[in-house]
Each structure stands twice: as C-alpha cells, then as structure tokens.
C-alpha cells in the first residue's frame, strides 16, 4: 500500500509578512517549519507504515525554502519526498499543482492536514480530493482498515462533540484532524543525514504545467495583511452576575 | 670513626639479590596493568591536551609536590591525612632506593660511597619522620573510615586493604630498625629517634634471639612489600600513576566550555554510547579516580537523594573500562552507587543503560560543583553531556516534557513556545526607551554595548522586571547600548547543556552572524548562561566580544562614582544573603563583583551561606534541569532555600534569572514566602538609584 500525505511549509516570521505585488501571495522572512496540523498527517501515514509497511510519500509545493520539511518528514521515516518548485499561496493553484504531481505516483490513501496555520483557508486538501476524482473525508479523527482491503474504517468529528463514522472506498483523500496520532521530535542525526542528502525538487514545466493555466486559475488577490489589534487595556471585573452583567451592558453602550 | 652501616645487615647477600629479582614480578604486573589502561585509553578519539607544556608541569608539582589541589580549606582533615601518607611514603621510598643505589649502584660500579658521615646521620632522622608521618596518615584514615565515616565515603575492602599494607609496611620498617639498632648497639642510634628508645628498651634481649627476629622481619617486610606492590596495578593505589598523568594531561579550556563536535554533519554516531567514543583522555580521566568522594559533597544529586553521585558515575566508567581492558576490577558493589570495586569481572553491560542509567544522565544540573572538587581534574560534566547527546541526538530519547522545549527553540528561537515577534513586547512598559540595533545600524551610529537580554529575561514576567531594572541602571549610569529586540533569539545554551549540540550550534551560530553583522564589540547581559555561552563556546563559531556580566558591570560602575545610591530610597534593607550562580561562579569566576555590589548598598548587611563561592550549591536550575520534571529525592531549591533561611536573611539577592526562579519557587515549597524574598542585583541597584533617570 502506498500513502502520500501533502505536507506545507509556514514561517515563523519575525518581520511581519506583506502581500507580494501582484497580489498572488505574501512575502515572508526567516525560517519555515512544518505546518502543525500537516505534521498529523504524517505521523498518522508513519503509524500506518509502521502497522502495515506501507511506502510513505511527502510532497509540498513552495519554494527551496520549505524544503526543510521534506527533511523533516525523511528523518521522521517517509520513504520519498518530492517538492515541486512554487512559490504559491492560493489553495486553488496550489491543489491543482499537487494535483499534477500525484498523476505520476501510486496511492491508495492521500493524507493532509486540516488547515495551514499562515493561509487558514482549510481548501486544499478537499480541492485536491474533487480534482483527483476521490472520495474526501475532512476532520479525521480515526482510521482503520475496513472489512476487505480495499475499504477504509474512518471516523470523523462533527460539530457539538459528535463523531461520525464512514466506509470509505480506496483510493481516498483524508484531511485529518489535529491530534489524531501523537507528535514525535524529528531524530537529530536523522535529520542531519536527510539534510545532507537533500530531496529532488519538480519545476512546474517538469509537471507540464504552463503559465496560462495558473493564470487561469488564480482568482483570489492578497490585498492587505494585518496585525491582530491587541488592546492592552484588559480589564478584570468581579462582583455577582447580576451586577457583572450590568457593568458589560454599560460598557458595551458607551462603546456603541 | 665516621658514622655509617652495613647494608643488608645480618642478610645472606646472595638471597637477598635472588629476592630483590623476585621483585621484579610485581613490578611487571604493574606495567602490564598500566600498559592494558593505556591501552584502552588509546581506543578514545583524538584530543589535543599536550600543549602548553611549562604550565601542565607546574600544574602538575603544584597538585602533588604541593598538594595544591588536595589540601583546601574546605577539605584540611582529607588534605593533611594524604599529606602525611604521601610525603612519607615517598621519603620512604626514596631512601629506599637511595639505600639500593649506594649498595648495587655506587659502590660495586663506579667504587663511590656515599652513605655514611652526616648523610647517614640526617637520612635517619628523615626516614623516623617519615615513617612517622605516615603511621600518623594512616591513622588519620582509619579513623576517618571507621569512626568519623563522612557520607561521602563508602569503605570498601579495597580502600582498607590499602592502608593495612601500609601500616605494616611502616611498622615492620621500625621494627628492623630497632633490632639492628640493639644487635649491633649503634653508636648514632639516637638520631633514629623513633627507634632509638624501643633499641634500648631491647638490649637486655639476647643477641641470638634478636638476630633471629630480625631476619624474620625482615622476610616479612619483603613479602608484604611484594604483595603491595603486586596490588598496586588492581586497586586505587594505581592513582599516583593515572591521577598524576590526569592532572598532566588535563583539560585547560575553560570550564564553561563544552567542545563541539567537530564532524557533527558527518559523524554517522555523535555523543557517547560507547566508552570509546569518549576522548583518550577522558577515559584517562576515569582511572584516575581514588574514590575520594569530594565530588559528592555539594554536589545537588548526591544531596538531595537522585540517582546521580558523580563518584560512582565516574567509577562505573572506570569499572566498565576496567572489565573491557582485561583487568578484572570488575562493577561496582552489588547495589547500585556503592561506590565501591568489587572484585572479579563485571558482566557483559552497554554504557548507556548497563554501566550508567539514563537517570543519573538526566538528573544533573551541570553545576560544576564535583569538577570544582576534584582533586585530579576528573571533568564530570563533559561525561555526562557526551551520553545525552547521543541520546538526545541519536537514540531520540529524552525526558517527554523536553520534545516541546527543544521544537520551540528551533521554531521560535526561545524555549517558551512564545512568538518571536512579541520578544521585545517588555519594552513597552519601559519610562525611557532603548534603541534597538536595527535602528542604530540604519542611522549610522554605534553603542559601546549590546545588552542581550535573553529568553527568560524577554519572556517571563518575573524576569522582565530585572530586565527594566537594569535598563533603569543602565540608562541612569549614561552606558550607551542597544537590545537586539525582535531578532533576538536564544543563545543555544540550554539545547547544549541537554545535550542537543545540533540545535544549540544553529541558535549560536545565529547569533553570532547577528552579532558579528552588527558589529558588536562588547556585550552585557543578566544571564549567566547567557553570558557564559557568548564568553566562552562562541569564540568556537567565530563570535569574539567582550563579554560582562550584569553584576561586573554594575560593580565597576559604582567603584567609578557612575551610579550613586541612596539609602533612604533602598529597596534593600536588612539581612542579604548572596547565591553564587554556578554559571558566574564555578564556571567564570566572578565571585567578588556582585558582592561588591551588595557592598555598596547602603542599607544591607551581606551574610554569606554556608556553601559560598566555588562552594556553592545550586538552585537545582542548570543544565536545562529547570525545564525538566525534577521526580526523585528531596526538592534541590528546597534544599538551597533553607539554608538561605538558616542565615537569618530577609532576601536572597540572585545574579540569574534562572536561580531566581528556581529559588522563588522553592520558597514558595518551603511555604516561607512572609520570609525571605529573592530579588536580583539589578533591582536592588535600580531601587536604590539617588535620581530618576532622566526622561528624554
Ligand atoms: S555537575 Fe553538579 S549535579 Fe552534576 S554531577 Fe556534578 S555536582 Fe552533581
Ligand atoms: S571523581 Fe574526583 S572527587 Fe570524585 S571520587 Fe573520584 S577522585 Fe574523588
């Protein structure tokens, strides 16, 4: 069995991050790291390999600047890890590249995690599932195998605390949850020997991809990033509930 | 007639050269056993310790002719005890062999002689004191193992063997003497005068019988010297050998300096997992230890009821070496951390795991004390760290609550899991500004110093205070300087000192681009990590600066009437003890300056702790020991906070953010919070300062 899992890389920017001129994403500085939520997927692909011995694929789309990643997830013990030459940001372009990508591998289970913590749009792992054609599960909670090889066991969270359990069909894309497997640190000296050996990256040409059909794709302009307004003047309230209530009611009006 | 003896009175000459030959087996078995530990060191990685040549020397007169490292202040009953032994034992020996030249050497060669006249009179009188001195330092010993019986030391049949052979040896050297001084009535007999008064107490003996004895105890002594001798090479007395070439060969680096390691991106194995991935002279180091147990006594572990005693640590590693060199000296006793040889081989055992727990590796705090001891520059702390970089780096194993510390310092450059961007958020509660470096780079000018201000001091609310304090002291004192603000990011000691030398040289090599880019020359800081790492393991990476800490500076700006201090507005008042931070002290040597500081407050009175200075006892806090669960034993900081009580002071004033914690915490364990408080030296100053700063 093969499983890939989509990984991204996000920074940790010291300086803040401003859109790039065009508006086709934002401009960065500093270091990247594996995406919080990502880093699920593929300690749940790693759990499965361990189980099952199944062949673990990471694949990103971002610049050399993620690679890191990649080295991570080698270190941590994926099997192959590919990065495809891009620099891009919206969740549309950016699935239909990893669309790309997959064509040329084998897969009976894609992985993802729920969202980014830079772009939090939470797109890219469905996006990816309806262009591949497969059945998408988001929010995985649990996995298991299901009554014959080919079907999967796949619990996922509801709202209001409630879980939901599917018989998925194989191949599958599964966006799951953070907290479905626990994290482990990357082994140094793995790392420093998946660093020293480096990863293969694709340009988008590799991938027969042209300009136009970025183009195309791109519907979406980063207009404006800001900071959240943090407002210093927190205050404490105490008293009875009745007299709290009446003391946020009154400060409510006069800031209205 | 001049005054001299027969050698070899009342000997068979003949039977004395065939047993003198006879010596030669032990003296073999002494060159094999040193030959096999030479042996095993030789499979340990390349170190150079063979430079500076003159000083090792002079160290080396300096430790044992001098006893420089073995008499101290705080250790005079062991220091005059090994005096007393050694300085006889060798007298001994020297006449001995002084004896041994004039008889096989200088007579029957060369036709000289030269033991008779006043050299025969004054070797007498030498060789009755030594043999005094040393009956006077076995005793000394056996009452210190049997009744005094010291925590620190175990006695095992090893340590007391060793001085049975002693005394017998010295006392069947007296008794020759005595019965030679009453067969042949000596005419110089009273400058024997140990022997002297026992001779004629043994004159009225008949001469026959006397001769008889004689002869016999002489057999004897030459029997127990062959047997003494035999044992040199399977027991601690092998240490005036490996002790002595230990101290020749020590590490001259500073203290506060871990090496690096040199191939880490090649190295297919880093850290220690096995003995030789040591240095040759590490597992030099662990031969030379006699079991003294000086490491132990304020050390925190051993205190404290952990599973680490820095004695036994060292003693397995001698014993796994031992039992892998083929010289049957065998594991420690039965129980673990019996601090003792046991004899026969040990068993089959990894390092890690077998002849050292991961407990013991873990509970260490670095805090130098049992390096401080040592009286034969054993470095414990380089062990210790060497097996958790293997374990961190390699077997990926470590206490659980260190995974987030470690993924926060690589992510966001601070062990806090805090956001790089609200690393300089303190300076918004500042009165007066403080430029940044950025902002000083880009308009062209300079400051004498960066003030780097660290994690805790940046993050922590407790320790944002000290860093206003100082930036009030600094500012108020006209110092010109600058933070690096929002680029700042952690110096790499706390990864280093757990043992992630990867993550650590990344942090530091971060930092001195930083540095370096900016320009710096001179540094401050309130961090004695901090200012530790940047001292002394940045020069490694090409970071050279002038480095001082807080209290340093502090001291030289009120000994130069920069900073003037007020007793009315003193925050200081009353009774202060001052707790020596193992990272200023053991590890740099800054001992005077913050009590200089202290000094020159007006309103307080410096009462020192019973453990001071380089006899400090840590706050528990070092060696990433203060991000780390502490589960075994009695509370280290507890402990600390204690004996701050035990002095009476009101406050204990702290030169490092992380013993400040360490300590508030303990006093808070202790419930004696109405008590005693803990402020740093920069509060004190600051609440102490005659004026306002100067708003601008
Ligand atoms: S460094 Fe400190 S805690 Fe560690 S063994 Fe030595 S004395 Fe004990
Ligand atoms: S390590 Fe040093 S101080 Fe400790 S017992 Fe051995 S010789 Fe003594």
Same mark, same amino acid.
């Given at each position: 069995m093969n499983i890939v899992v989509c990984l991204k890389a996000v920074p940790t920017n010291v300086k803040d991050p401003v859109p790039k001129s065009d508006g086709a994403g934002i401009l960065t500085e500093g270091d990247c790291f594996m995406n919080a939520s990502d880093d699920y997927a593929l300690e749940q692909a790693l759990l499965l390999k361990k189980d099952f011995g199944t062949r673990v694929t990471a694949v990103t789309v971002g610049s050399?600047?993620?690679?890191d990643i990649l080295h991570v997830s080698l270190a941590k013990g994926a099997d192959e890890a590919i990065r495809v030459d891009a620099d891009e940001f919206d969740p549309n372009i950016v699935s239909f590249i990893l669309s790309r990508a997959l064509r040329d591998l084998s897969y009976d289970l894609i992985l993802t995690g729920v969202? /980014?913590?830079?772009?939090?749009?939470?797109q890219v792992g469905i996006s990816l599932g309806a262009q591949l054609g497969l059945p998408y599960v988001y929010a995985v909670t649990k996995m298991a195998f299901g009554n014959?090889?080919?079907?999967l066991l796949v619990t996922r969270e509801l709202g209001g605390g409630r879980y939901q359990t599917l018989e998925v069909d194989k191949p599958a894309l599964l966006c799951v949850q953070s907290g479905i497997a626990p994290l482990t640190y990357t082994p140094p000296v793995k790392l420093i020997h998946a660093r020293r050996k480096g990863v293969p990256s694709r340009s988008l040409s590799d991938l027969g991809i042209t300009g136009e059909e970025l183009a195309r794709r791109r519907k979406t302009k980063v207009i404006e990033i800001k900071p959240?307004?943090?407002? /210093?003047s927190t205050q404490w309230l105490s008293g009875n509930p009745e007299q709290l209530a009446r003391v946020i009611i009154d400060k409510i009006s006069k800031a209205l | 007639m001049t005054p001299s003896r027969e050698i070899?009175?009342?000997?068979d000459v003949s039977e004395a050269m065939a047993l003198y030959l006879l010596m030669t087996i032990p003296i073999g078995l002494v060159a094999y056993g040193l030959a096999r530990r030479v042996s095993r060191w030789k499979s340990g990685r390349p170190e150079n310790r063979v430079d500076q040549i003159g000083h090792r020397i002079w160290n080396l007169l300096r430790v044992s002719v001098f006893h420089g490292r073995i008499v101290r202040r705080r250790n005079t009953y062991g220091g005059f005890m090994h005096l007393a032994i050694f300085s006889g034992f060798v007298t001994l020996l020297i006449g001995t062999s002084i004896v041994m030249i004039e008889a096989d050497?200088?007579?029957?060669?060369?036709?000289?002689?030269?033991?008779?006249?006043n050299f025969y009179l004054g070797f007498k009188l030498a060789m009755n004191a030594a043999g005094l001195l040393l009956i006077a330092g076995v005793v000394m010993a056996f009452y210190r193992r049997?009744?005094?019986?010291?925590?620190?030391q175990q006695s095992s049949g090893d340590d007391l063997l060793l001085l049975v052979f002693l005394l017998v040896l010295a006392i069947q050297g007296f008794a020759l003497q005595c019965l030679r001084l009453a067969i042949?009535?000596?005419?110089?007999?009273?400058?024997?005068f140990v022997s002297y008064p026992v001779a004629l107490a043994l004159q009225d003996v008949p001469v026959e019988t006397l001769t008889g004895l004689h002869q016999l105890n002489w057999h004897a002594h030459f029997v127990t010297a062959f047997l003494f001798l035999g044992y040199v090479a399977y027991s601690k007395m092998i240490h005036p050998f490996t002790a002595l070439a230990n101290v020749l060969f020590r590490?001259?680096?500073?203290?506060?300096e871990l090496d690096p390691i040199a191939d880490l991106e090649q190295a297919d194995t880093v850290g220690?997992?096995?003995?030789?991935?040591?240095?040759w002279a590490q597992l030099m180091s662990v031969d030379?230890?006699?079991?003294?147990?000086?490491?132990?006594?304020?050390?925190p572990t051993f205190s404290t009821g952990k599973a680490l005693r820095p004695r036994d640590l060292v003693l397995e590693l001698a014993g796994l070496q031992a039992d892998r060199g083929g010289l049957?000296?065998?594991?420690?006793?039965?129980?673990?951390?019996?601090?003792r040889y046991r004899w026969g081989r040990g068993a089959?055992?990894?390092?890690?795991?077998?002849?050292?727990s991961t407990e013991e590796i873990w509970d260490?705090?670095?805090?130098a004390a049992c390096m401080e001891q040592c009286p034969v520059y054993i470095e414990h702390v380089p062990l210790i760290v060497g097996m958790r970089r293997n374990l961190v780096m390699?077997?990926?194993?470590?206490?659980?609550?260190l995974a987030p510390v470690f993924t926060s310092l690589e992510?966001?450059?601070?062990?806090?899991?805090?956001?790089?961007?609200?690393?300089?958020?303190?300076?918004?509660?500042?009165e007066q500004p403080v430029a940044q470096m950025s902002e000083v780079a880009a308009s062209g000018k300079s400051v004498e110093?960066?003030?780097?201000?660290g994690c805790i001091g940046s993050f922590v609310p407790r320790n944002q205070k000290v860093t206003i304090a100082l930036i009030r002291v600094l500012q108020a004192a006209g110092i010109s300087f600058a933070i690096l603000g929002k680029e700042e990011t952690c110096n790499g000691d706390p990864a280093r000192r757990m043992g992630h030398e990867y993550l650590a040289r990344q942090l530091a090599a971060k930092t001195v681009a930083k540095l370096n880019f900016y320009n710096v020359k001179k540094v401050v800081t309130a961090c004695p990590h901090c200012f530790n790492a940047i001292r002394n393991e940045y020069p490694q990476l090409g970071g050279n600066y002038e480095v001082v800490h807080h209290s340093q500076l502090i001291a030289e700006l009120i000994a130069s009437g920069r900073l003037t201090l007020d007793?009315?507005?003193?925050?200081?008042?009353?009774k202060v003890t001052y707790h020596d931070p193992c990272y200023l002290g053991?590890?740099?040597?800054?001992?005077d300056e913050p009590r200089n500081v202290l000094g020159a407050l007006p309103a307080t009175d410096l009462t020192e702790m019973?453990?001071?200075?380089?006899?400090s006892f840590c706050c528990g806090g070092g060696g990433g020991r203060a991000m780390?669960?502490?589960?075994?034993?009695?509370r280290i900081n507890q402990e600390r906070v204690r004996e701050a009580l035990n002095t009476g002071a009101q406050m204990v004033a702290a030169g490092c953010p992380f013993c400040m914690s360490m300590l508030e915490d303990g006093i808070v364990g202790v419930d004696a919070a109405s008590k005693l408080r803990v402020h740093d030296l920069a509060e004190l100053v600051a609440g102490s300062l005659q004026t306002p700063p100067p708003r601008s």
């Open positions: 050399v600047r993620s690679q969202e /980014s913590s830079d772009g939090m749009s939470s014959g090889e080919d079907r959240l307004e943090k407002n /210093s | 070899l009175f009342n000997i050497i200088a007579v029957p060669v060369f036709g000289v002689s030269f033991f008779h006249g049997l009744v005094l019986r010291p925590a620190t042949t009535r000596d005419p110089w007999a009273a400058w024997s590490r001259l680096r500073p203290p506060g220690a997992s096995r003995l030789e991935h040591f240095s030379a230890c006699m079991h003294c147990g000086r490491c132990l006594e304020y050390c049957f000296s065998g594991v420690l006793g039965e129980e673990a951390n019996s601090g089959e055992r990894e390092l890690i795991g077998g002849a050292v260490c705090t670095t805090c390699e077997q990926n194993s470590f206490p659980p609550e992510r966001l450059g601070n062990p806090y899991q805090n956001v790089p961007a609200e690393r300089a958020a303190w300076t918004r509660k500042l110093y960066l003030f780097f201000v007793a009315a507005s003193s925050l200081a008042q009353g053991r590890y740099n040597s800054v001992y019973p453990r001071s200075r380089n006899h780390m669960k502490e589960q075994r034993g009695i």
